[in-house]
């Protein structure tokens, strides 16, 4: 009989607009002074005004942190706390963006908290003391970051991803609003949406699956199958809607089991040659698929049983119009023998590697990698 261990813990306010909750939300949780991590463009796009309308309707003093990059860095988390001790004391903190704004928020928790440095919470559970009371807001249909207790910080210099985690640092509440997916480009709903896709079909085969995760997952994935391609031109916010819960899920899923050798292959990709960690993902998946297939075909099956599984990611990748060959890409790369195989050897350093259902060696990796090139 499969035991597990699943811990559900968490506020989730879902719907259209459904943002304007996030003052009440705030102040239920004891908030009075606040700091919020997000990016440039969700500033421009006029997302982070409404959180600090909603905040400001119930007199709540909200700082703001915008310059969170896309994987953000131990430095991104650095600068996020200097202006929260700038306005301390800061007794709520709210993530508002993509999985980078979030992470950032759960990083900057850590370090406010319980101080030191990033490298000092690569692993899980080495927080100390209690942490501050933590909002997430997803503003794309993808990461699932909301859902999970880790943070992903890369270190500046090696561009390695510490995975940074404890069941302190998850977001007690999560707001699910598909409005604030409206602006949303279509290149970039469609590459967080592969990912999403992604971590329903990696977690449902990990090793570390179970009942709970592998109902996560499957849900996930067939909302995320089902609504993929109206979701990148949804005016009516329903497919996001739909898609967005559906990467919640995904995330609830990788949660409570892992991931597997798709995103141990994509984050070299990214740290190396600065491909999007989606678009990365998305080139791995299918030969990954392919390659479990002899020892998770049947899990694979009850997934997607009117085909192929790697096939129909192709499909969504195709109507994405994401690329299925690096050569596809706009950057152009010209990798040697050398820089291949040691791309493999990192992808063999991954932590999610360990939990794919079939076992890599190196060479498993160098084929991997020489099918997407």
């Known amino acids: 009989m499969e035991t597990f261990d699943c811990e559900l813990n968490q506020q989730i306010i879902y719907g259209d607009n459904s943002i304007e909750r996030l003052g009440e939300l705030t102040r239920t949780l004891g908030g009075s002074r606040v700091l919020i991590t997000t990016d ?20 709540i003093a909200a700082y703001v942190f915008a310059d969170v990059k896309s994987n953000p860095t131990t430095e991104d988390v650095e600068a996020a706390v200097a202006v929260a ?8 903190i709210i993530g508002l963006g993509g999985g980078s704004s979030m992470d950032c928020a759960k990083g900057v928790n850590f370090l406010l908290t319980n101080g030191g440095k990033m490298e000092d919470y ?19 249909i993808g990461t699932g970051s909301e859902a ?23 977001f007690g509440t999560v707001i699910l609003d598909a409005t604030l997916t409206k602006t949303l480009p279509r290149t970039i709903a469609a590459i967080t949406a592969i990912d999403a896709v992604a971590h329903a079909v990696e977690s449902y085969v990990s090793t570390r699956s179970n009942p709970m995760s592998r109902m996560f997952a499957r849900h996930a994935w067939e909302l ?3 609504h993929f391609e109206a979701a990148l031109d949804d005016k009516t916010t329903k497919a996001r809607s739909k898609m967005l819960f559906g990467a919640y899920l995904a995330g ?9 050798a798709a995103h141990a292959c994509a984050n070299p990709l990214t740290a190396r040659y600065d491909v999007i ?24 099956h009850e997934l997607y049983s009117d085909g192929d599984l790697a096939d129909r990611i192709i499909k969504l990748k195709q109507i994405g119009n994401l690329p299925n060959r690096l050569r596809d890409y706009p950057v152009q790369y010209t990798i040697g023998t050398t820089a291949l195989l040691t791309t493999a050897e990192e992808a063999a ?6 939990f794919n259902p079939r076992p890599l060696n190196i060479s498993n990796f160098v084929k991997l990698y020489e099918q997407i090139y």
């Open 85 to 92: 001790k700038t306005n301390a004391p800061i007794d709520l």
């Open 277 to 300: 960690h989606g678009v990365a993902v998305a080139l791995m998946l299918p030969h990954v698929i392919r390659f479990n297939s002899t020892v998770a075909g049947d899990a694979y």
């Open 122 to 140: 690569w692993g899980t559970n080495k927080a100390r003391e209690p942490m501050l009371p933590a909002i997430g807001i997803p503003t794309t």
């Open 148 to 170: 999970q207790s880790y943070a992903l910080i890369s270190q500046p210099e090696t561009h390695i991803k510490m995975a940074c985690g404890d069941k302190k640092a998850r």
């Open 252 to 260: 609830l899923a990788i949660e409570n089991s892992m991931l597997g």
């Open 40 to 59: 440039r463009g969700i500033e421009k796009a006029g997302i982070l005004a409404r959180a600090v309308s909603a905040l400001q309707g119930e007199r």
């Open 224 to 226: 995320l199958n089902a």
């Open 349 to 354: 350093t991954q932590w999610t590697a360990q």
